[in-house]
């Protein structure tokens, strides 16, 4: 009991840890209790937080704060109507085509499968039609279930619909009243949060600079992907980028599965030659222009997590929020990591300075 005692005299005896203790319990308890229904205002607040930087910038350049919002605001919608009248009716299109291709393209890779597996002595040829079969099941189970899914999102296309008139205002107003909204925040929070504050510093710039640098690295591996694709004729060349440029998202996980489908359809496009050598030859060097050269060049101001520790808060976030857990994952560890190194430290100055 005495060492539990001691635990809670160097750790909670600081009013400022309480608060930021508190702070974070009820962050999470929000997101993780109404987090489906206030996703327009927390997909909002992101938005904002990104637009954020170019208002900086404009008002650096001598423009006032609601123009400078008024420009950051019209780039958004513009980068909005691009994505909702040409990337995703272009998406659209080609899933079309690939998901009535796709068991055909699996049919076809299988039989490879099986004739490598029947030249090697270390598995009968009854254990292999076994394993075949048992593959085609789970993809027939699996198209049954896409279907039904399918045949239930026009509740999901509604909500989408409410949410893209929704979201666009609130960002707006996010950017504009953006100091009064941070005034009103305060005003419900204790007055001695130092604690907080440093906290919040130390992440700010790492998660703004993670956040954004992701998106313009998802995009131009995106772009670079589909180049490549397209000069070579690989079917499906947009939707294929699409997803290698999203696999990026998700460290070492998706760059491993994104292969995958890409190598699939190449295979089946060209079977084994040179198209073929061709194509994962230009898809590799792009992997490795990434990993080597746009990630520290993006990412060179954000702490360097161990990857067992990326992979983890992967796997936490991932299964907590989804996507969006997915996408943060890496900024909610820095701050994890931000918290765990300033708590002890602050703690331990308190404690000293009122000994």
């Given amino acids: 009991m005495q060492l539990i005692k001691d635990w809670f005299e160097r750790y909670l005896s600081n009013p400022q840890v309480i608060i930021l203790l508190g702070i974070l319990i009820s962050g999470f308890v929000v997101v993780f209790v109404v987090g ?20 900086r910038k404009l008002q650096h350049f001598g423009l006032n704060h609601l123009l400078s919002v008024l420009l950051s605001f019209i780039l958004f ?20 085509q690939f998901v009535p291709e796709l068991p055909k393209m699996i049919e076809k890779g299988l039989a490879h499968f099986q004739f490598l597996l029947q030249r090697s002595n270390f598995i009968t040829e009854e254990q292999i039609l076994e394993v075949i079969s048992n593959i085609k099941i789970e993809i027939s189970n699996y198209g049954q279930s896409l279907l039904v899914n399918i045949s239930g999102l026009l509740p999901d296309i509604i909500t989408l619909i409410v949410y893209l008139v929704l979201m666009p205002l609130l960002v707006f107003f996010f950017l504009k009243d953006k100091n009064m909204l941070i005034s009103w925040m305060r005003g419900l929070l204790p007055q001695d949060t130092a604690l907080s504050d440093k906290v919040w510093k130390d992440v700010d710039l790492q998660i703004g600079n993670y956040v954004r640098g992701k998106m313009l690295e998802v995009m131009v591996v995106w772009i670079a992907c589909y180049i490549a694709f397209a000069i070579l004729g690989l ?14 998202i998700i460290p070492y996980i998706g760059a491993v599965v994104v292969t995958i489908p890409v190598a699939l359809v190449a295979y089946v496009q060209w079977g084994w030659g040179a198209d073929f050598a061709y194509l994962l030859t230009a898809y590799f060097i792009i992997q490795a222009i990434d990993g080597s050269v746009i990630v520290p060049i993006l990412f060179s101001e954000v702490v360097n997590l161990h990857p067992i520790a990326i992979i983890v808060a992967v796997l936490f976030f991932g299964g907590l929020w989804g996507f969006w857990g997915i996408f943060f994952a890496i900024p909610l560890a820095t701050v994890v990591q931000a918290i765990i190194k300033a708590w002890p430290k602050e ?5 000293v300075t009122n000994t």
């Fill in 347 to 351: 703690v331990d100055k308190e404690i």
């Fill in 235 to 248: 079917n499906y060349a947009f939707l294929l980028a699409a997803a290698v440029g999203f696999s990026v």
């Fill in 77 to 96: 919608l513009t980068v909005l109507l691009f994505l909702l009248f040409y990337v995703v009716p272009e998406l659209s299109t080609q899933i079309t």
């Fill in 36 to 55: 489906d229904i206030l996703m327009p205002v927390l997909g909002s607040i992101v938005i904002a937080y990104l637009l954020q930087s170019i208002v």
